[in-house]
């Protein structure tokens, strides 16, 4: 029998093993979201990750979920998660107060391919709610490597403007930022907003863009749905549109097989597909 080679110990301390992680910063984005900024009990960073990858954030006793790191690799002091209320493991994080512990492991899965088929390429970010969390760290990630990427769009839509989840980072940094065209919608008319109205893949046809880009999308599935249609009308290739999906992940390793799609495990093989991979995955899903 040959012996493996692989670091199994470094893997399972890597990875598998909970970190305390101290809650520095708590903001409110929308009546049902919150940021949370999270460190060692050091003060240093809980670990490096790239955008797009996923960390299981627990509270021992209360319960355990997968969340978007939603900070970019190239913020060296701490790592941030957006969470929306929706169950008992979010209420209870809703209800923290800074200086609480939690506990935090990952990174898991695969990344946006940033430093690889992205690098000089003009890209189109289109997210739907709370479905910027993910992106924030990519199009982060691109802000501050500026040099490496071409031309930037981000069309972001939600229901309503109290929705818009990071709607200061947005207003001041992302709207600020040579060579970034910013473009927001809420789903109907609302008091105070004179801004555009309407959902998002009505939205991304009224725009038109180019097809000299690399869509990257995310958001809810129906949402999803009807933004690769558009795309694809408008002569996106699937190879250039890249989606996440982060649903029903449990364990993160491929153990569990909750997220299982045909072939695939969301968690080790995404949770960043490209559009052509997503023909490989079950109608049903």
Known sequence: MSECN?????????????????????????????TFRVVAPDGSKLFEHMPGQCAMVSVPGVGEAMFSITSS???????????????????????????????????????????TELKGKNLLFIAGGIGLAPLRSVINYVLDNRENYGTVDILYGSRSADDLVQLKEIQEVWMKAPNVNVYLTIDREQEGWDGHVG?????????????????????????????????????????????????????????????????????KDGPVFHCDELDEIPAEY
Request: proline share 6%; glycine share 10%.
């Open 199 to 267: 959902f998002v893949p009505s939205y991304l046809k009224e725009i038109g863009f180019d097809t000299n880009k690399v869509a990257l999308i995310c958001g809810p599935p129906i949402m999803i749905k009807f933004v690769l249609q558009g795309l694809q009308e408008m002569g996106f290739d699937k190879k250039q549109i890249i989606t996440t999906l982060e649903l029903r992940m449990k364990c993160g390793v491929g153990k569990c097989g909750r997220c299982n799609i045909g072939s695939k495990y969301v968690c």
């Open 73 to 115: 690799p190239t913020n060296k002091e701490f790592q941030e998660f957006s969470i929306k209320k929706c169950g008992v493991l979010t209420d209870y994080l809703h209800a923290m107060e800074v200086g609480e512990e939690i506990t935090v492991r990952g990174p898991y899965g695969n990344n946006f391919p940033v430093e």
């Open 6 to 34: 692989c670091n199994h110990d470094k893997f399972y301390e890597d990875t598998l093993i909970p970190k305390v992680g101290v809650v520095t910063d708590i903001r409110q984005e929308t009546p049902d979201v919150k």
